[in-house]
Nanobody
């Protein structure tokens, strides 16, 4: 059974950091592009970052560029999102998603591109 499980969310003060994890089971993450998305109350889901198979390409939304870093550990079948210098506007439910890709194929930040989704983890940035 294909499953993605996010963890690492929580409450943090502005300027703080969190590291989100996306653990995969039932499939080998190395064959997949992974995206991180977020959805704040009353807003549409937006792409935050993605990492392609074999890390050929990595993209960030302009709103998080320079503050967030995506990475993967294939040995642990896990993808991470390191979030630094957090702002109140980063508050949202964060989701990871996966889609199988060929070697050398890039990733995108459109939610329609992904086949498998986790249940989400809440990130709240507030003083």
């Amino acid at each position: 059974q294909v499953q993605l499980v996010e963890s690492g969310g929580g409450l943090v003060q502005p300027g703080g950091s969190l590291r989100l994890s996306c653990a995969a089971s039932g499939f080998t993450l190395d064959y997949y592009a992974i995206g991180w998305f977020r959805q704040a109350p009353g807003k549409e889901r937006e792409g935050v970052s993605c990492i392609s198979r074999s890390d050929v390409s990595i993209y960030y939304a302009d709103s998080v560029k320079g503050r967030f870093t995506i990475s993967r550990d294939n040995a642990k079948n896990t993808v991470y999102l390191q979030m630094n210098s957090l702002k109140p506007e980063d508050t949202a439910v964060y989701y990871c998603a996966a889609v199988r890709k060929g070697i050398g194929v890039g990733c995108g930040l459109g939610s329609h591109e992904y086949d498998y989704w986790g249940q989400g983890t809440q990130v709240t940035v507030s003083s």
